[in-house]
């Protein structure tokens, strides 16, 4: 029996149903532990003030390396790109929708100082740059949650990925999805990841879901945030997509106030991902980023002392 680790949240398990379902299909047994993780028991704080490595995967982790789980189901956003020792992302399966979406309304018809929310600095950064007259809140929790708070009217809008709505059959209720020229999405968004240990049976049932071409893209993107050194403190925005065996990356730093915007969009061998986001990397470095970088890395230190 595969024992597939996942958190508790309606979204979560309905990856990890999905990636069991593709399993099953292949033959194998499995079953699903529910881990509760750091990251799902402060649901009622910003993302900025509680963020670091592995908040939504550590004790995931924990019970890979201890054997109580084979596989483990990640939004790829919400994996560090620095991996425990002994742990691999064994697969990327196909990607879903990789942009934001907004719920409520359109951006350009919400009333000027409409409430929108959003937890991410990345989003927020580039929705001041799009609509500096909106007022926007923090807001967190599931996706559901999030969503009631619009249809009570608490929120004009929220804006969030859109594949986690699309997976859960939410889709209809999307009134505007942002090209990536719009609003750069975060690094791997719309992807999922499968981790394990580096051999075993968990690894080698991973790797039957593994789509090459998913990899190559979310690898180039991660490799760009890798050499940036960000995380979700940081509004750093990346995306890449193929066209025939061209790899194309843009990615983007934002000051927290939207007030300086740097990207860059380069074009690589796809079978050389990594390189492709280091040099996307050191371009947005050079232009600039590193001050914005350090500024905000600055500033969230303060706040911790």
């Given at each position: 029996?595969?024992v597939i680790g996942s958190r508790g949240s309606q979204?979560?398990?309905?990856?990890?149903?999905?990636?069991?379902?593709?399993?099953?299909?292949?033959?194998?047994?499995?079953?699903?532990?529910?881990?509760?993780?750091?990251?799902?028991?402060?649901?009622?704080?910003?993302?900025?003030?509680?963020?670091?490595?592995?908040?939504?995967?550590?004790?995931?982790?924990?019970?890979?390396?201890?054997?109580?789980?084979?596989?483990?189901?990640?939004?790829?956003?919400?994996?560090?790109?620095?991996?425990?020792?002994?742990?691999?992302?064994?697969?990327?399966?196909?990607?879903?929708?990789?942009?934001?979406?907004?719920?409520?309304?359109?951006?350009?018809?919400?009333?000027?100082?409409?409430?929108?929310?959003?937890?991410?600095?990345?989003?927020?950064?580039?929705?001041?740059?799009?609509?500096?007259?909106?007022?926007?809140?923090?807001?967190?929790?599931?996706?559901?949650?999030?969503?009631?708070?619009?249809?009570?009217?608490?929120?004009?809008?929220?804006?969030?990925?859109?594949?986690?709505?699309?997976?859960?059959?939410?889709?209809?209720?999307?009134?505007?999805?942002?090209?990536?020229?719009?609003?750069?999405?975060?690094?791997?968004?719309?992807?999922?990841?499968?981790?394990?240990?580096?051999?075993?049976?968990?690894?080698?049932?991973?790797?039957?879901?593994?789509?090459?071409?998913?990899?190559?893209?979310?690898?180039?993107?991660?490799?760009?945030?890798?050499?940036?050194?960000?995380?979700?403190?940081?509004?750093?925005?990346?995306?890449?997509?193929?066209?025939?065996?061209?790899?194309?990356?843009?990615?983007?730093?934002?000051?927290?106030?939207?007030?300086?915007?740097?990207?860059?969009?380069?074009?690589g061998d796809c079978t050389k991902p990594v390189e492709?986001?280091?040099?996307?990397?050191?371009?947005?470095?050079?232009?600039?980023?590193?001050?914005?970088?350090?500024?905000?890395y600055n500033t969230s230190t303060e706040k911790d002392?």
């Open positions: 029996m595969l979204l979560a398990l309905w990856q990890a149903n999905h990636i069991k379902a593709k399993l099953e299909g292949r033959g194998l047994a499995c079953a699903i532990e529910i881990i509760h993780t750091r990251g799902d028991k402060i649901l009622d704080v910003p993302l900025a003030k509680v963020g670091g490595k592995g908040l939504f995967t550590k004790e995931i982790e924990a019970a890979l390396l201890e054997g109580r789980v084979h596989l483990a189901v990640h939004s790829l956003k919400d994996l560090p790109t620095e991996l425990p020792p002994g742990l691999v992302m064994s697969a990327i399966p196909e990607r879903a929708d990789p942009h934001d979406a907004i719920i409520g309304s359109k951006l350009r018809t919400l009333r000027p100082g409409a409430v929108v929310g959003t937890s991410s600095l990345r989003r927020i950064a580039q929705l001041t740059r799009l609509r500096p007259d909106l007022e926007l809140r923090n807001i967190r929790g599931n996706i559901d949650t999030r969503i009631s708070k619009v249809e009570k009217g608490e929120y004009d809008a929220i804006v969030l990925a859109a594949a986690g709505v699309k997976r859960l059959g939410w889709g209809e209720i999307i009134a505007e999805t942002f090209r990536a020229d719009v609003m750069l999405p975060a690094v791997g968004q719309g992807a999922l990841a499968l981790e394990t240990l580096a051999s075993g049976p968990g690894f080698e049932a991973a790797s039957l879901l593994d789509d090459p071409w998913a990899r190559f893209a979310v690898t180039a993107e991660r490799a760009l945030l890798a050499e940036l050194g960000g995380g979700c403190q940081v509004p750093i925005g990346a995306f890449a997509n193929l066209e025939n065996t061209e790899l194309f990356l843009t990615g983007g730093v934002f000051s927290p106030d939207g007030a300086t915007m740097i990207r860059y969009t380069a074009a492709l986001g280091k040099s996307v990397a050191g371009v947005l470095l050079q232009r600039g980023a590193a001050a914005i970088l350090e500024s905000v002392q």
